[in-house]
């Protein structure tokens, strides 16, 4: 007899298998949802591929006990950026709860239901915003894009979780994620170890303290979201880097260190570049707590009217402040007038651009001071989708070696990236629509 037939027939078994609700959820959980929403287990990570309807479950989870007087959860994104961003989990609460009796606190980020139980909107930009979650007590914690989270942040949190003695409201904290992104080891290591592409869930019991099923990880794919146009989300995937691809595509935590995310032969060596093209020179900063070992890198590329790339030109060498002025200045003066100059707006290079705002002699330069938000690796994604597309050229000079064997290595721990890092920052001056401006 198949499952749905045996549900049909036996009322009892649909009840087993069907997630408590409250009247705030609007409509029906998938099968995959459902299945996240009955775990039992302390902690719970729900996805892999993009499209999987993560977000959504995160939400269903958090709203359903609100109608359980002192209920309390918290749903967080790294920044609050993130959170307020269209369709992210804000905005599709507001959706949810707006027609209904709840109320929205906007000072507190906070849902309250009829019975005082609330959800809260939060975020962990800084390592330091966990503290702002100390004196929290809360049955259920949400992470929307795990990966974008430290280990610290989320072991903290764990703390958190607590109920009063004799609470039926059990204790939960649900995490939703793809692979990639700055935690992607870390999490990876805690939920998805071992299983493969296809891992089926991976279950870590209990202490004789805590005998509840403490982590399991439930994989979610595209074709698992019934209310997303497959099609047309799967030609948008098909952009994308290879690795990147595969980790949103198929859900694969693996494909990041069996790949890499570059290879040599995506890069054809010429002799120069065509006339005509919009060229930028970008200057990733050395870490201003250590210029002595760090690197300083100024990528030189060019943006040709066809859509292809060339990087022209790479600088790179460890120096102190003032030498790495004097370095940036140099190159300019090299490069003429015609290649705008971008640079890192953080740690050193925050140094350099006040000096260069104060000196007379750096005057009708065109600058663009760029600030980096993002990991290394989503920063690279854009350009090494152009790269696999053939759309990525070198120009021949002594450094093309140098900058292959650091392709060769990215992202690994502990082998430089400057050079990818200074071309990521290049292809963003090229890409985007902000108008370059003079200091």
């Known amino acids: 007899m198949r499952l749905a037939e045996a549900v049909r027939d036996r009322p009892e078994l649909a009840r087993l298998l069907s997630p408590r609700l409250t009247r705030y959820v609007p409509h029906r959980p998938t099968p995959r949802q459902a299945a996240f929403l009955l775990l039992p287990h302390l902690e719970a990570l729900y996805g892999g591929a993009a499209g999987g309807g993560k977000s959504d479950a995160l939400l269903m989870g958090a ?26 989990l804000m905005e599709r609460a507001e959706a949810w709860l707006s027609p209904t009796d709840a109320r929205w ?39 929307d894009e795990l990966t974008q989270f ?34 992607h080891e870390w999490v990876k290591g805690r939920f998805v170890q071992g299983l493969g592409v296809g891992g089926r869930g991976l279950e870590v019991p209990g202490t004789e303290d805590s005998p509840t099923l403490r982590r399991i990880f439930v994989p979610a794919r595209l074709a698992d979201n019934p209310h997303l146009d497959a099609g047309e989300y799967e030609r948008a995937l098909s952009e994308l880097d290879p690795v990147t691809r595969k980790q949103l595509l198929d859900g694969d935590w693996t494909v990041r260190t069996e790949l890499g995310f570059f290879r040599r032969e995506w890069f054809p060596v010429v002799e ?15 870490a201003k707590a250590n210029l002595r070992s760090c690197y300083w ?12 790339y060339w990087i022209g030109d790479m600088v790179r060498g460890r120096w102190e402040y003032p030498e790495a002025k004097r370095v940036i200045l140099q190159t300019a ?32 330069l065109q600058v663009w001071p760029v600030t980096v938000t993002q990991d290394k690796v989503t920063r690279a994604a854009p350009w090494a989708s152009r790269a696999h597309g053939g759309l990525v050229s070198l120009v021949s000079g002594a450094w093309v070696g140098a900058f292959l064997d650091e392709l060769d290595g990215f992202p690994s721990a502990g082998v430089p990236d400057d050079q990818v890092d200074a071309v990521s920052g290049a292809y963003q001056m090229l890409a985007g629509k902000r108008r370059l401006r003079f200091l």
């Open 333 to 364: 003066a090299a490069d003429g007038r015609g290649v705008a100059l971008g640079i890192e707006d953080s740690s050193s290079g925050t140094a350099v651009l006040q000096d260069l705002r104060r000196d007379p002699s750096a005057g009708g």
């Open 105 to 143: 606190d906007d000072r507190k980020k906070t849902w309250r239901f009829p019975s005082g139980a609330t959800v809260t909107f939060g975020y962990l930009e800084n390592e330091r915003d966990k503290y702002r979650y100390q004196g929290a007590e809360l049955q259920y914690i949400g992470f």
């Open 297 to 308: 890198a100024g990528a030189k590329v060019g943006l040709g009217a066809d859509g292809r």
């Open 63 to 88: 709203l359903q006990y609100v109608d359980v007087p002192g209920y309390a959860a918290l749903l967080l994104r790294r920044t609050y950026a993130d959170l307020s961003l269209p369709g992210a």
């Open 150 to 183: 430290s280990e610290t942040q989320y072991r903290y949190l764990l703390s958190r979780v607590r109920r009063l003695k004799g609470s039926a409201v059990p204790l939960r904290v649900r995490s939703a994620s793809n692979p990639g992104g700055a935690g």
């Open 272 to 286: 120069r570049a065509p006339e005509g093209l919009r060229w930028v020179r970008f200057w990733d900063a050395a």
